[in-house]
C-alpha cells in the first residue's frame, strides 16, 4: 500500500448552493473508477475520507432525486487534500419516462447504523468481507487487517446477528474466505444497543449474508470452521 495521507475532505451542494445532506460519496479511482471508501454527507453536506493511499482519484457523490455528480481528478499524497465543491443537478421529470423500481441507496443511515447494500452491486463482484470492510464508511483496516470503528479499537463482527468467535489473524483469514458475493448488507452500529453483548464497546459490524434459496440456508466459500449456530462458510 503506498504513502497514507492524512484526510481527503469536501462538501456536497445543489444547484442552489445549498447542501446536499445524506448523500453517498465514493473515492473511486481514476484510472478504473473502482471503490476504494465510502462516505456519507453529514447535515452540512460535509464528507471525509481519512488515511487513503497515495493515487488519483475522483469523488462520485449519489442521492435520490439526483443526477450522480463526480469532482475533478486529484491527487492524494502526503498532505490533506480539500475537494473542490461537488455539485449536484436535481432530476428532471420526465413525463414519458418508463416507471422503474427505486434501488436501495448504496448507503443508508439509519437512527441505529449505517448499512452498506452490496447485494446487486458491483461491490458484490470478485472481493471479500474484507475488502468490503476497508470501504464502509468509518471503518477502518490496518495493514495487519486490524479493524476499528470511527478510530476505535476493539470492534466486535457478528455474522447474522450472532457474535463471532473469532479475532485477530483468524478473524482475518474468515473474512477473506468469505466472498462478496455472498454478502447481502454490512451494518456498522457505533453505539450498540442493550440487545448486543457489553464487549462490543468501540462498535459492532454485523454482516449480513445473503440466503441461499437452494438450501434454505446462508451460503459462502470454504473457511473450515463454523460460528455460532449458523453452517459453516461451504458454497
Do not use: C, H
Request: charge should be positive.
Amino acid at each position: 500500500m503506498g504513502i497514507m495521507a492524512q484526510k481527503v475532505s469536501g462538501i456536497v451542494k445543489d444547484e442552489t448552493g445549498k447542501p446536499v445532506t445524506g448523500a453517498t460519496v465514493a473515492l473511486v479511482k481514476a484510472v478504473d473508477s473502482s471503490t476504494v471508501k465510502f462516505a456519507v454527507t453529514k447535515a452540512g453536506g460535509e464528507y471525509s475520507f481519512a488515511a487513503m493511499p497515495a493515487g488519483s482519484y475522483r469523488v462520485k457523490s449519489t442521492s435520490t432525486g439526483f443526477n450522480n455528480a463526480y469532482s475533478e481528478v486529484l491527487t492524494v499524497a502526503t498532505e490533506d487534500v480539500s475537494v473542490a465543491d461537488v455539485q449536484m443537478k436535481k432530476l428532471t421529470a420526465d413525463l414519458n419516462a418508463v416507471v422503474v423500481t427505486a434501488k436501495k441507496p448504496m448507503v443508508e443511515i439509519k437512527a441505529d447504523k449505517t448499512v452498506l447494500n452490496v447485494e446487486g452491486t458491483i461491490n458484490a463482484v470478485g472481493s471479500d468481507a474484507l475488502e468490503l470492510l476497508r470501504k464502509s464508511p468509518g471503518v477502518m483496516v490496518d495493514k495487519d487487517d486490524n479493524l476499528s470503528l470511527s478510530g476505535k479499537n476493539g470492534v466486535r463482527i457478528y455474522i447474522d446477528g450472532k457474535p463471532s468467535p473469532l479475532s485477530g489473524a483468524d478473524l482475518a483469514d474468515y473474512l477473506k474466505s468469505m466472498q462478496s458475493s455472498n454478502v447481502e448488507a454490512i451494518e456498522i452500529i457505533t453505539n450498540p444497543s442493550a440487545k448486543y453483548e457489553a464487549a462490543g464497546n468501540a462498535g459492532i459490524i454485523n454482516i449480513r449474508l445473503k440466503k441461499n434459496k437452494n438450501l434454505g440456508t446462508n451460503g459462502s466459500a470454504n473457511a473450515g470452521w463454523g460460528i455460532g449456530n449458523y453452517p459453516k462458510y461451504n458454497a
